[in-house]
């Protein structure tokens, strides 16, 4: 039993048909109950994905990150010796905090993946990377999200509309120089529409390709989509990413 479905007609109407009206409404609640069926084994499978990133994590952290810390500690135990040469310590030095940093951006990586919830709407990571990028810019870009972005943008496109998000926004804090940056992210007609646009002092003929825009082409492009670049009114630069969903 997963509910209970209450129908009732007005005052002074006919009663319900027992074949017609009776077996519509029937039909529906089945619907419904396999609605509700189908949104509780996505969040089943969305648990067990938890469960098995976890594990793994878990499973990478001992093997790797525990495992190079151990061999770091060795390495430096070996500098101590009254007997080792100067260029050997040193070069065993860099060594070690090369592979402390490497173990630390490890660290991280793994720290992130618990952070992120496994099943993260298109919503709340544009939300989520925008917050991110209002620390570094010393204001919060203005968002505007339009239409079923939730369940129109498929999975496979999400990934790479967040990180062309995030590479665009990154652009414009190193760039720049902005005191006001507009994302608009909308669908409709077919197709999905990020806009990000800036007032800083950037121009067309200033742009690099390799300053992270070349990344955003071929996100775009392995969806079949396209990244137009334009001057924004009276100064500033827009980037505008669309695909086909």
């Not at 630390?104 to 993260?120: K, W, Y």
Request: proline share 3%; with cysteine; net charge negative.
């Amino acid at each position: 039993m997963l509910g209970l479905l209450a129908v009732a007609h007005e005052p002074g109407t006919a009663a319900f048909d027992e074949y017609g009206d009776v077996s519509l409404l029937s039909t529906f609640a089945a619907q419904a109950a396999l609605a509700l069926e189908r949104v509780s084994a996505q969040e089943d499978r969305q648990a067990l994905a938890l469960l098995e990133d976890r594990e793994r994590i878990a499973r990478d952290l001992h093997d790797v990150v525990i495992q190079r810390l151990f061999a770091t500690g060795l390495q430096l135990q070996s500098v101590a010796s009254p007997r080792a040469d100067r260029n050997a310590v040193k070069a065993r030095i860099d060594s070690a905090v090369d592979e402390l940093d490497t173990t630390i951006r490890e660290i991280r990586s793994a720290i992130f993946e618990l952070r992120s919830p496994v099943a993260a709407t298109v919503r709340t990571e544009t939300h989520a990377t925008v917050d991110a990028a209002a620390a570094s810019l010393g204001f919060r870009p203005n968002l505007r999200i339009d239409g079923p972005v939730d369940s129109a943008v498929p999975d496979e496109v999400c990934g790479d509309l967040v990180a062309s998000l995030r590479e665009a926004l990154s652009n414009v804090v190193k760039h720049a120089q902005a005191s006001a940056v507009h994302v608009d992210l909308a669908v409709g007609d077919g197709r999905l529409r990020l806009t990000v646009s800036d007032n800083g002092v950037g121009r067309l003929e200033d742009i690099d390709e390799r300053s992270g825009l070349l990344n955003i082409r071929e996100r775009a492009g392995r969806h079949g989509g396209e990244v137009t670049v334009r001057e924004s009114e009276p100064c500033g630069i827009t980037v505008v990413w669309t695909v086909p969903i």
